[in-house]
């Protein structure tokens, strides 16, 4: 997935912010935009561990460098 794809997809959230909308590769992570916080949160589902990013940046640059190492693995 392209950044450029991950951001739009991050903005989505955020223009549907009064939804619950999560978006979740499934043994990997969970991701939900916070109304309540105005921030992402990001779990990973291998040990539940949850990560706040407060803006589309560092949301992308997180969520890039986790499921870059999927389409690496599907060469």
């Known amino acids: ?3 450029t794809e991950i951001k739009k997809m991050l903005n989505t959230l955020i223009q549907y ?3 619950t909308i999560t978006h979740v590769v499934p043994g990997l992570i969970e991701l939900v ?3 309540g916080t ?3 949160q990001l779990t990973t589902l291998i040990d539940g561990n949850m990560s706040p990013y407060d ?3 560092s949301a992308a640059e997180a969520l890039y460098i986790i499921l870059s190492p999927i389409k690496e693995e599907g060469l």
């Open 1 to 3: 997935m392209k950044i």
């Open 38 to 40: 105005q921030s992402f």
């Open 17 to 19: 912010e009064d939804s």
């Open 55 to 57: 803006d589309i940046d």
């Open 33 to 35: 935009y916070s109304k």
